[in-house]
């Protein structure tokens, strides 16, 4: 892989500043990292639903944060984050592919979430906007492979602090990571920003003890925290040139960016495939008083209708 010095505006023209995944890594203390960009992917993902400013911020955060989480995982397939709990916001959920399409929706009792006071939304209190539930964590490569889930209690005042959790019970990631959401005069853009330990090694550069390694990774971890959701979020400070007002006295590197789609993988294939699957009497649930059927996309609002002539026709095929 090609690396290069995250120096100012060089890096991304190709890729652009915004819908991005940009790879860092800090040398010599084995710091990895990936900075989330969502512009225009943020605002067609959320401003297609119409959804509160609070449902917005939150499910903003909760795409940032599985682009984030998902480009921590080796897969080919889809990684899902969804949460699901109690209080006024009741899911949350976010998939991505290994090439980069994000999708998401969100359910919510509208009358609790236009009760909120706007200091808990301002602070993204996952009490007051989701109360207690969890989070769970998914990677699907498809029908011949292990599913691998891992779950989390809502325990933290943000959902930052809740996947600090996550990787305080995960034996594999030592991890800290910063997340935003906001809807500015350009519409909702959300970013993330994490950093990963990797094990300690003898032979890596500049020879560090293993107290220096322990060193690095804490300034790493406070440098981290010095960021602000302002940062993230600004149009106008490129993703390299963030980095390197972070880190560039730790040696950072970043790899060539990713590129985030919002693109859904519903299809009418996948639509008639279910509904020829469905008995009889799933059918008339679904159709009510209504001769047609249509379904609609939960992720991207795209409605498959079908008349009485071609569900008959579908569901004799072979
Ligand atoms: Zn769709």
Redesign the pocket.
């Known amino acids: 892989m090609t690396q290069s010095q995250a120096a100012p505006d060089t890096l991304y023209e190709a890729t652009g500043r915004d819908d991005i995944v940009l790879p860092f890594q800090i040398d010599p203390y084995g710091v990895r990292g990936r900075l989330i960009r969502l512009g225009t992917v943020a605002e067609t993902v959320i401003g297609r639903h119409g959804y509160p400013d609070a449902v917005g911020a939150m499910l903003g955060e909760t795409m940032a944060l599985a682009a984030c989480l998902a480009g921590s995982l080796k897969y080919e397939g889809v990684f899902t984050l969804q949460t699901t709990s109690d209080g006024p916001i009741k899911t949350l959920m976010a998939d991505i592919t290994s090439g980069g399409a994000i999708?998401a929706y969100a359910n919510f009792n509208a009358d609790a979430v236009a009760d909120l006071t706007p200091s808990d939304v301002a602070a993204r209190s996952v009490p007051r906007l989701m109360g207690g539930g969890y989070i769970a964590f998914t990677v699907d490569q498809g029908d011949d492979t292990d599913r691998y889930q891992g779950i989390v209690q809502l325990e933290g005042h943000t959902l930052s602090e809740c996947t600090h959790a996550y990787f305080r019970n995960s034996e594999q990631l030592d991890a800290g990571i910063l997340l935003a959401c906001q809807k500015g005069k350009d519409g909702w853009r959300a970013g993330a920003l994490m950093l990963q330990r990797l094990p300690y090694q003898r032979d890596l550069p500049g020879n560090p003890t293993e107290e220096d390694y322990d060193d690095g990774w804490h300034t790493a971890m406070t440098l981290l925290s010095s960021g602000t959701a302002v940062e993230l979020l600004d149009q106008d400070l490129s993703p390299d040139r963030l980095l390197y007002r972070l880190f560039h006295g730790e040696g950072v590197r970043a790899y060539p960016a990713q590129a985030v789609s919002a693109t859904?993988?519903?299809s009418s294939g996948r639509v008639e495939r279910v509904l020829k699957s469905l008995s009889d009497e799933e059918l008339r649930d679904l159709k009510q008083d209504d001769p047609d059927v249509s379904v609609t996309?939960e992720?991207?609002k795209?409605v498959y209708r079908y008349d009485e002539d071609q569900l008959a026709e579908l569901r004799n095929a072979d």
């Open positions: 999708r859904c993988r519903c996309c992720f991207c795209t």
